[in-house]
């Protein structure tokens, strides 16, 4: 079984930067996409970013420019650094990963660690 374990949320200025961590810990396949959602309160959960295991990313227009997703494959950790941060990216932030097998897609996910934008 994975585990996967946020760290890093918290509260932040309009502007400031904020470093989120995600290590994903058990049975480790190398396979796999690592990615960043999030979820503001009454609304869905959205992508923030994703990497796969070769290191391609992917961003959502919200976020183009101020986020940078990053990888250490060697730890099994998946970073997020944000910088000028907006209020709207108030929201809980969840990191997933995503084994890859063939056709057959396994997700794990972590429980989340809120990020307040707030002066």
């Known amino acids: 079984q994975v585990q996967v374990v946020e760290s890093g949320g918290g509260l932040v200025q309009p502007g400031g930067s904020l470093r989120l961590s995600c290590a994903a810990s058990?049975?480790?396949?190398?396979?796999?996409?690592m990615g960043w959602y999030r979820q503001a309160p009454g609304k869905q959960r959205e992508l923030v970013a994703d990497?796969?295991?070769?290191?391609?990313?992917n961003y959502a227009d919200s976020v183009k420019g101020r986020f940078t997703i990053s990888r250490d494959n060697t730890k099994n950790t998946v970073y997020l650094q944000m910088n000028s941060v907006e209020p709207e990216d108030t929201a809980v932030y969840y990191c997933?990963?995503?084994?890859?097998?063939?056709?057959?897609?396994?997700?794990?996910w972590g429980q989340g660690t809120q990020v307040t934008v707030s002066s």
């Open positions: 990497i796969s295991y070769d290191g391609s990313t």
């Open positions: 997933s990963r995503t084994d890859l097998s063939g056709l057959t897609r396994t997700t794990y």
């Open positions: 058990g049975s480790t396949f190398r396979i796999n996409v």
